[in-house]
């Protein structure tokens, strides 16, 4: 199993950009110097090659974030650093090494799946937050381009939590499907399958990771091409809504305590 770390910081510190060689080794790392004006942020990536982790590279230098690459040490451990995100393909291996992680933590790391709608089905449970159906660099780029900001402060308690889950939609007789982009109290955006218009009255199924499957009732409210945003009717499932969101606070965070409930 290969795996690599990467450690990215704000360009704002002032910090010029320097690449070293990677080691020939099992675990390499990526790192960004500490400064005491911002956070280090790590991404680990699992069963990739390095030209994928450069490719996120690349893209966290377009959300004016700094990389510095620099080899670690063979027959270093590094399981005992703090992870905020990985990337990884959604198979067995990968996913098998990612829980065995000691520094994986369920609903704190960020994961980016590479994979299609199988592969997001039959992993569902684990919380994947952003499936790249593709490793093109466009792909990278819109999912850090979404996730990057939350890496940094965290979603906090009313904010959407980005997850991706296969979502049924039940409308006046027809059935269309499509996979969330986010989540929250009040409702989630959906890419849809197909370009089709929704009527105002739908009813959703999905399993929530780490909640179950919901059936909730939802309307329209936006449309951007196959994204559509959706608003949840009143229903009983709004205390497990609520509870979920609490729980997805401090995504992207590490090991901190959740936000007071």
Same mark, same amino acid.
């Given at each position: 199993?290969?795996?690599?770390?990467?450690?990215?910081?704000?360009?704002?510190?002032?910090?010029?950009?320097?690449?070293? &060689?990677?080691?020939?080794?099992?675990?390499?790392?990526?790192? !960004?110097?500490? %400064?005491?004006?911002?956070?280090?942020?790590?991404?680990?990536?699992?069963?990739?090659?390095?030209?994928?982790?450069?490719?996120?590279?690349?893209? +966290?230098?377009?959300?004016? =974030?700094?990389?510095?690459? =620099?080899?670690?040490?063979?027959?270093?451990?590094?399981?005992?650093?703090?992870?905020?995100?990985?990337?990884?393909?959604?198979?067995?291996?990968?996913?098998?090494?990612?829980?065995?992680?000691?520094?994986?933590? &369920?609903?704190?790391?960020?994961?980016?799946?590479?994979?299609?709608? *199988? *592969?997001?089905?039959?992993?569902?449970?684990?919380?994947?937050?952003?499936?790249?159906?593709?490793?093109?660099?466009?792909?990278?780029?819109?999912? =850090?381009?979404?996730?990057?900001?939350?890496?940094?402060?965290?979603?906090?308690?009313?904010?959407?939590?980005?997850?991706?889950?296969?979502?049924?939609?039940?409308? *006046? !007789?027809?059935?269309?499907?499509?996979? %969330?982009?986010?989540?929250?109290? !009040?409702?989630?955006?959906?890419?849809?399958?197909?370009?089709?218009?929704? &009527?105002?009255?739908?009813?959703?199924?999905?399993?929530?990771?780490?909640?179950?499957?919901?059936?909730?009732?939802?309307?329209?409210?936006?449309?951007?091409?196959?994204?559509?945003?959706?608003?949840?009717?009143?229903?009983?499932?709004?205390?497990?809504?609520?509870?979920?969101?609490? *729980?997805?606070?401090?995504?992207?965070?590490? !090991?901190?305590?959740? +936000?007071?409930?």
């Amino acid at each position: 199993m290969r795996v690599f770390f990467l450690e990215v910081l704000p360009t704002s510190v002032g910090t010029k950009k320097k690449e070293l &060689p990677l080691v020939s080794s099992n675990l390499s790392t990526l790192a !960004g110097r500490d %400064t005491p004006l911002t956070q280090k942020l790590t991404l680990a990536g699992i069963h990739v090659n390095r030209n994928l982790l450069l490719r996120f590279a690349e893209s +966290f230098n377009r959300c004016d =974030v700094t990389i510095l690459t =620099v080899p670690s040490q063979a027959g270093k451990s590094k399981e005992n650093r703090k992870i905020n995100a990985c990337v990884l393909p959604l198979n067995e291996t990968a996913v098998g090494w990612l829980k065995k992680s000691s520094w994986f933590l &369920p609903r704190r790391t960020m994961i980016y799946g590479i994979g299609g709608l *199988e *592969e997001l089905t039959r992993f569902v449970d684990l919380g994947i937050n952003v499936l790249l159906e593709t490793s093109s660099y466009l792909s990278i780029q819109a999912a =850090v381009t979404a996730t990057q900001p939350l890496l940094s402060r965290g979603i906090g308690t009313c904010a959407r939590v980005p997850i991706a889950m296969p979502v049924r939609i039940e409308a *006046e !007789g027809r059935v269309l499907a499509g996979i %969330t982009k986010n989540v929250g109290t !009040g409702g989630m955006a959906v890419k849809l399958f197909r370009n089709v218009a929704v &009527p105002q009255n739908i009813k959703l199924s999905f399993v929530l990771p780490g909640a179950g499957l919901l059936s909730l009732s939802a309307s329209p409210r936006w449309y951007s091409g196959r994204l559509v945003g959706l608003r949840f009717q009143p229903s009983v499932h709004g205390k497990t809504l609520s509870q979920w969101v609490h *729980e997805y606070s401090l995504l992207g965070c590490g !090991g901190q305590r959740p +936000f007071p409930n």
